[in-house]
Each structure stands twice: as structure tokens, then as C-alpha cells.
């Protein structure tokens, strides 16, 4: 029994709840795994995990021993890039997802400079705007905008996305320029729905100015559940968009979006990068943070508010 091999199958069963997801995210075999666990549990004379045709819990023993083995793997991880100076240079793959408008226009655009620094980390990127299972889906880190509600994360605040109100030339020619954002609820004037993956419907937008305090939804005539479609609808002329100002720069710059509502504010959204609270943080996902927050800072930094 390789030992190394048999706690990283303990751990990730332990993780996903189940031996069949396990032995998928670690491309073995079921039976591999399987064997693996009870040669482990038969080396350590102890039960590691109830087992029923639904579902396997881990063992108060188990899950004592689960909490030494990540730390020991995470540790054994680390202990390989110290060698021979690789401390600078950490290795492995990175399991991570990201939504689609940033992935895009930022992340993906800055990753040579990434992979300059850490040539031997390997990224396989999950891009969605979907809510992602971190602990079934074998996710090392997700990045995401919006308050995070998810109390088994450790959330790391990378950057505050600066929103606007938007629509085409296209649709300003048709429905008109509105003057209130009222008018997106009470009249002919439509904006593009944004399924939000927590609830599945389009939430309000605060925005206000120095007299009203408002929270609007607005009717659509389309809604969609992703960021990359979201835009390319309100360039359609579809309706008018609620955008981050990451997204809109080059669009407003082109004459193809115009900003709506001077002289009202839209609440910035935060934006996280979250991970497993029961994971110790591998030197390759510490340096990935590091640069996601790095970059951010350069297009979305975080709004120092007075008083925080």
C-alpha cells in the first residue's frame, strides 16, 4: 500500500461524501480507492468511515485523522517546491472557477505574466457563473462577485467592482433615453434579466442619489445566466445592462454602450476568493490569491470604507 496514495483517497472520500466521486476526481477506479481506505484502516486497526448504500460518513476517529491528513499532504506539497531552491518556484495543478466576464477580459489576458512567474502550475479553469460545489467537484479556490453566504468558506476580498447603468445606441434609438430608473419598472422600457445562480431570479440593484434610495429590478424580455451572454444582449439592444465598469470600458469607449442615470450611484459589488475552510493552503494556491488580488488592484480595487 502506497500510504501517500491511500490518505489522499481517505481525504478525498471524506470530501466528496461518496467513494464513486472520489475515485472520478482522482481518475482511479472505484475498486482502487475502495481498496485503498481499507488498507489504510486496516494499518490503523481503526474505522475511518460508516458506509451505507447512500452515502459514507466519516467516523469520530476518522474525521480526527482527516484533519492530520490534510494538513500532512498540504504539507508534503509544500515540502517538495523547498527542494533545491523551488521554494520560488511551487508546482501542480490548480483547480479553479471563475465567472466568464472576468475570466475573459482579465484573468485569461494576464495569465502569461502568471505562467512567466510559475511555469510549472498548471490551471484547469471552470468558466461559469454557476454556483460551483468546492468540496464535490475537487475545486481548490472559486472567485466570485456578490456576498458570499456559503459558511464552510474562507473568503478573501480581492477587489470592489464599480457598476453602472448601460444600453446600446440601438435601443436608446427605439425606446428612448430614460430619465429615472423607475422608469426600467413602470414603463415601455426593458433591461436584460441576470438569473442569479443562488436563487435562479433576477435580484434588485440598490442605486440612489442625494434624495431617493432605490432597489430596482426592472422587466425583461430576456434573462440569461451568464455573464458573457448578459452582455452581448444589452449589445444587441435587448434592454439596458447593470454592468461592472470592468466589462463596459471598452464597449463605452467604441460608442456601442452609453452610460444612463447621471448623477446616480450604484452600490459596488465585492469581489471574493473563496476556499475550503478545512483545506490548508497549498503554496501554489497562495501564490494564485496573491496574483488574482495583485491584479485586481490594478482594475478593481478594494474601497477602503471609514469606519471598516
Same mark, same amino acid.
Request: charged share 25%.
Given at each position: 500500500?502506497?500510504? %501517500?496514495?491511500?490518505?489522499?483517497?481517505?481525504?478525498?472520500?471524506?470530501?466528496?461524501?461518496?467513494?464513486?466521486? @472520489?475515485?472520478?476526481?482522482?481518475?482511479?477506479?472505484? =475498486?482502487?480507492?475502495?481498496?485503498?481506505?481499507?488498507?489504510?484502516?486496516?494499518?490503523?486497526?481503526?474505522?475511518?468511515?460508516?458506509?451505507? =448504500?447512500?452515502?459514507?460518513?466519516?467516523?469520530?476517529?476518522?474525521?480526527?485523522?482527516? /484533519?492530520?491528513?490534510?494538513?500532512?499532504?498540504?504539507?508534503?506539497?509544500?515540502? /517538495?517546491?523547498?527542494?533545491?531552491?523551488?521554494?520560488?518556484?511551487?508546482?501542480?495543478?490548480?483547480?479553479?472557477?471563475?465567472?466568464?466576464?472576468?475570466?475573459?477580459?482579465?484573468?485569461?489576458?494576464?495569465?502569461?505574466? %502568471?505562467?512567466?512567474?510559475?511555469?510549472?502550475?498548471?490551471?484547469?479553469?471552470?468558466? $461559469?457563473?454557476?454556483?460551483?460545489?468546492?468540496?464535490?467537484? +475537487?475545486?481548490?479556490?472559486?472567485?466570485?462577485?456578490?456576498?458570499?453566504?456559503?459558511?464552510?468558506?474562507?473568503?478573501?476580498?480581492?477587489?470592489?467592482?464599480?457598476?453602472?447603468?448601460?444600453?446600446?445606441?440601438?435601443?436608446?434609438?427605439?425606446?428612448?433615453?430614460?430619465?429615472?430608473?423607475?422608469?426600467?419598472?413602470?414603463?415601455?422600457?426593458?433591461?436584460?434579466? %441576470?438569473?442569479?445562480?443562488?436563487?435562479?431570479?433576477?435580484?434588485?440593484? @440598490?442605486?440612489? +442619489?442625494?434624495? /431617493? +434610495?432605490?432597489?430596482?429590478?426592472?422587466?425583461?424580455?430576456?434573462?440569461?445566466?451568464?455573464?458573457?451572454?448578459?452582455?452581448? @444582449?444589452?449589445?444587441?439592444?435587448?434592454?439596458?445592462?447593470?454592468?461592472?465598469?470592468?466589462?463596459?470600458?471598452?464597449?463605452?469607449?467604441?460608442?456601442?454602450?452609453?452610460?444612463?442615470? /447621471?448623477?446616480?450611484?450604484?452600490? $459596488?459589488?465585492?469581489?471574493?476568493?473563496?476556499?475550503?475552510? +478545512?483545506?490548508?493552503?497549498?503554496?501554489?494556491?497562495?501564490? %494564485?490569491?496573491?496574483?488574482? @488580488?495583485?491584479?485586481?488592484?490594478?482594475?478593481?480595487?478594494?474601497?477602503?470604507?471609514?469606519?471598516?
Amino acid at each position: 500500500m502506497d500510504r %501517500f496514495d491511500a490518505m489522499q483517497a481517505f481525504a478525498r472520500v471524506v470530501e466528496a461524501g461518496s467513494f464513486t466521486k @472520489a475515485a472520478e476526481t482522482l481518475h482511479m477506479s472505484k =475498486t482502487t480507492v475502495t481498496q485503498l481506505v481499507q488498507q489504510l484502516e486496516a494499518r490503523l486497526r481503526v474505522k475511518l468511515l460508516n458506509r451505507t =448504500t447512500r452515502k459514507v460518513n466519516v467516523t469520530a476517529d476518522g474525521a480526527i485523522y482527516y /484533519e492530520r491528513v490534510i494538513k500532512l499532504l498540504a504539507d508534503m506539497d509544500d515540502a /517538495e517546491t523547498s527542494l533545491s531552491g523551488a521554494s520560488l518556484l511551487p508546482k501542480g495543478r490548480l483547480r479553479v472557477d471563475v465567472p466568464s466576464p472576468l475570466a475573459s477580459l482579465i484573468l485569461i489576458p494576464a495569465l502569461p505574466e %502568471f505562467h512567466r512567474r510559475y511555469p510549472d502550475i498548471q490551471i484547469d479553469m471552470g468558466v $461559469s457563473d454557476r454556483i460551483v460545489d468546492i468540496i464535490d467537484e +475537487n475545486v481548490d479556490c472559486v472567485v466570485r462577485g456578490g456576498e458570499l453566504l456559503d459558511q464552510s468558506l474562507i473568503a478573501r476580498r480581492v477587489g470592489d467592482l464599480e457598476l453602472g447603468v448601460f444600453a446600446a445606441p440601438s435601443y436608446l434609438a427605439r425606446e428612448g433615453v430614460p430619465q429615472h430608473p423607475r422608469e426600467l419598472e413602470n414603463s415601455h422600457h426593458r433591461v436584460v434579466g %441576470f438569473l442569479w445562480a443562488r436563487t435562479g431570479k433576477p435580484v434588485p440593484y @440598490a442605486i440612489s +442619489n442625494q434624495s /431617493e +434610495n432605490l432597489r430596482i429590478t426592472g422587466q425583461h424580455v430576456l434573462a440569461v445566466d451568464d455573464g458573457n451572454a448578459y452582455l452581448a @444582449a444589452g449589445l444587441a439592444g435587448l434592454g439596458v445592462l447593470w454592468l461592472p465598469k470592468y466589462m463596459s470600458r471598452l464597449h463605452e469607449g467604441r460608442g456601442e454602450l452609453m452610460p444612463l442615470f /447621471e448623477g446616480w450611484q450604484l452600490e $459596488s459589488m465585492p469581489l471574493y476568493v473563496a476556499y475550503p475552510q +478545512n483545506r490548508h493552503i497549498s503554496l501554489k494556491l497562495r501564490v %494564485f490569491i496573491d496574483w488574482i @488580488a495583485e491584479l485586481m488592484a490594478q482594475h478593481a480595487p478594494v474601497i477602503t470604507r471609514s469606519g471598516s
